[in-house]
């Protein structure tokens, strides 16, 4: 099925650094969600996007909505160990009925 | 606030036997979905059902069948399940489409 391009797909961090992600799309959308699972659990929402531009902060997190509409990123600032999990991005387009996901970043905190 | 729950977390299936995997979601929700996550694959669409009273195939609905009960709950039924549909299930619900999407637990599915 379709899929975002979601990178890095891994990273190690020292604990206390800041980390940086992105999503990459060919196709426009119109919602961006930013999402976090830990092993054995479902996703987590993060954060929400509505609107080209849109920055957002929840907490240590910012995510932000891309202007050209088909990217977003995620930011964490002074990463801490329960960072540690994997994040995806999922994108919607109206007139669709779909939520495209990304392949997802593998987080690991160094301590 | 439970959010979505579903039910059983972990189930051993034999080749050939049926289940019924359920779904709840005490949010008030519009839209809800099902969900199969494999490594390497992502998260990809079963089922959705838009509204209540309607239902919808996704990417992936072969050996799969759904019913809106009612507003809260949506089910996902396996008719003779197949070692191919081994994966973790997540339901999941939004107030409407392209809205905050939310995730259940998940519901881990053997089938030997």
């Known amino acids: 099925g379709q899929q975002l391009n979601q990178s890095p797909q891994s990273m190690f961090i020292q604990e206390g650094e800041d980390v940086s992600m992105n999503c990459t799309s060919s196709?426009?959308?119109?919602?961006w969600l930013w999402y976090k699972q830990d092993p054995g659990e479902g996703p987590v929402l993060l954060i929400a996007l509505y609107k080209a531009g849109e920055l957002t902060s929840n907490g240590r997190l910012t995510a932000q909505f891309g202007i050209t509409r088909k990217d977003s990123f995620l930011n964490i600032s002074a990463s801490i160990p329960s960072d540690v999990g994997i994040y995806f991005c999922a994108g919607f387009t109206s007139g669709t009925y779909k939520y495209i996901f990304g392949t997802g970043t593998r987080l690991k905190v160094l301590a | 606030n439970a959010g979505v729950t579903q039910t059983p977390k972990f189930q051993v299936l034999k080749t050939g036997q049926s289940m019924t995997l359920q779904c709840a979601q005490d949010m008030n929700h519009n839209s809800m979905y099902w969900y199969r996550q494999d490594p390497g694959m992502g998260l990809r669409l079963i089922y959705y059902s838009a509204s209540e009273g309607t239902t919808d195939k996704g990417e992936v609905p072969n050996g799969y069948n759904v019913s809106r009960l009612n507003k809260r709950e949506f089910s996902l039924r396996l008719e003779s399940a197949a070692p191919s549909q081994t994966s973790v299930y997540f339901c999941?619900?939004?107030?409407?489409?392209?809205?905050?999407?939310?995730f259940g637990p998940g519901t881990r599915l053997t089938v030997l």
């Open positions: 999941a619900s939004s107030t409407e489409w392209g809205n905050e999407q939310f």
């Open positions: 196709s426009i959308f119109n919602t």
